[in-house]
């Protein structure tokens, strides 16, 4: 099955340590994304990267750090230096023929 | 700062009814509009794209744009139950440089009532 992958579904991180979110996907598209999404407010791009190698900051790169080594994986890495960090995280794909971007099923990331 | 909005809703609709979403946008530029659904706790999942002024078909939901207006609305016809979630509304801005980044609305909570 072709698909976008993300994981863990839920993760739970102690104040002072970084987690790394995964995003994996086999659909061959070529530009990855990185959004959060808290309750009431839309989407919020955090990264993204359209090639191998190569990413930019989006709307709300503070406190994130991300890297694309392969064309099929694009990892978020939350730092202890996000001061807010719970909130829904979810990785889009799309290919480079068209603008549609296609979503993973997220992950839920809460801080204790 | 370019900006996507919706009413927030909840739009309660009974079942059978024709829903209606509506989005307006504030980039003129804008050249493509999606409409997303999102069900409670779940990622979004893509409904409709629509590039051109006018009418886009498919099953029992329309996408209808007004670039002149600045709006672009989602018909729901024979609104089931199963429909109930947030409708999230997203726009591919013009700002060269700002290549296939969407912009995305808050939602609107749609509810069927049996």
């Known amino acids: 099955d072709g698909g976008i992958t993300q994981s863990p579904k839920y993760l739970f991180r102690k104040e002072g340590q970084n987690v790394t979110l995964s995003c994996e996907q086999n659909l061959n598209h070529d530009a990855m994304y990185w959004y959060r999404q808290d309750p009431g407010q839309g989407l919020r791009l955090i990264y993204y990267s359209q090639i191998v190698n190569d990413f930019q900051k989006g709307d709300i790169a503070e406190g994130y750090s991300v890297s694309r080594e392969k064309k099929e994986s694009f990892p978020l890495t939350v730092t202890s230096a996000q001061k807010n960090p719970t909130a829904f995280y979810l990785c889009?794909?799309?290919?480079?023929?068209?603008?549609?971007?296609?979503f993973g099923p997220g992950t839920r990331l809460t801080v204790l | 700062q370019k900006e996507v909005e919706q009413n927030s809703g909840p739009l309660s609709v009974p079942e059978g009814a024709i829903a209606s979403l509506n989005c307006t946008y504030s980039?003129?530029?804008?050249?493509?509009f999606f409409w997303y659904r999102q069900y409670s706790g779940k990622s979004p999942e893509l409904i409709m794209f629509i590039y051109s002024n006018g009418d886009k078909e498919d099953g029992r939901f329309t996408a209808q744009l007004n670039k002149a207006s600045q709006y672009v609305s989602l018909l729901i016809r024979d609104s089931q139950p199963s429909d109930s979630a947030t409708y999230l509304c997203?726009?591919?801005?013009?700002?060269?440089?700002?290549?296939?980044?969407?912009?995305f609305g808050t939602g609107t909570l749609l509810a069927v009532q049996p």
């Open positions: 980039d003129r530029g804008s050249q493509s």
């Open positions: 997203a726009v591919n801005p013009s700002l060269l440089g700002a290549t296939n980044k969407l912009i």
């Open positions: 889009a794909s799309r290919t480079g023929q068209t603008d549609t971007q296609y």
